[in-house]
């Protein structure tokens, strides 16, 4: 199963964004799978709508973000880092909606992001992360909400060094294990501190063969970590029913080496 499923997005008919091949060509210089881009209607934390990219099955970039996005660096992979990171040393503000409306996370959601955010607190990282849940979204770096949906999630990369704003997690996530939902979690809290999908060369994990290359931006691999299929990585493109959440041992690494 995708970190997102395609119909978990509403696809834009007649949105002003178009997949032209400059934007395909921009996409894939930065090191992304341009494969399969598609515009969506990206809901807004205050409910606004606009026309973005949703890149990978999960990544949603805006036209402005993605204009924004240095060419020679600003994407970081696991294996790879280029220089797109949050800022550091800081604290990181995560809430997880909660209430009774359709954006409220289920408890099943609220135990697995719980879960994901003591994953990364407990690695002693340069960054480390404060939640709450509540209906208020004030002073939040990270927003985590529910949208209705097939099973997976959605997130961002972070500009101006701090963390992409929101996860979305579809509803159909709820079906599944608390691991199952701490892994999504935290993969997509991975997106938004700047964490590719480890198998953006090939996006083994989905069953396709899609090697984008490194397109010229002078890729830097982290020391340790395997250049080739991590096949339980949590920032693989695709996840299983049988996922726990953790970490493996060169996710651990990366992190470390980042952060």
Request: with cysteine.
């Amino acid at each position: 199963m995708s970190c997102s499923k395609d119909d978990a997005t509403t696809q834009s008919d007649q949105g002003s964004l178009k997949v032209t091949q400059d934007v395909l060509n921009k996409i894939s210089s930065l090191s992304l799978n341009n494969k399969d881009v598609q515009v969506i209607k990206n809901t807004n934390l205050d409910g606004t709508t606009e026309d973005a990219y949703l890149v990978e099955g999960c990544i949603v970039i805006t036209e402005a973000q993605l204009n924004e996005m240095d060419l020679h660096g600003g994407i970081t992979t696991e294996q790879y880092r280029t220089t797109n990171l949050v800022s550091a040393p800081r604290t990181i503000r995560v809430v997880g909606l909660s209430g009774t409306g359709t954006t409220a996370l289920t408890t099943n959601m609220r135990n697995g992001l719980q879960a994901a955010i003591n994953r990364y607190n407990n690695l002693g990282l340069s960054i480390n992360f404060t939640l709450t849940f509540s209906s208020s979204t004030s002073g939040a770096n990270i927003v985590v909400r529910r949208q209705v949906g097939s099973a997976g999630g959605v997130a961002g990369f972070p500009t101006g060094g701090n963390p992409y704003s929101s996860v979305t997690l579809y509803s159909g996530l709820d079906t599944y294990s608390t691991g199952v939902n701490a892994h999504v979690s935290a993969h997509e809290i991975g997106h938004c501190i700047g964490l590719r999908h480890t198998d953006w060369f090939s996006r083994q994990s989905c069953g396709q063969n899609s090697n984008e290359g490194t397109a010229g931006v002078g890729a830097v691999h982290i020391p340790g970590t395997p250049t080739g299929y991590d096949a339980t990585s949590y920032m693989r493109a695709c996840f299983s029913s049988s996922e726990t959440g953790a970490f493996n041992a060169n996710d651990i690494i990366a992190l470390n080496y980042l952060y």
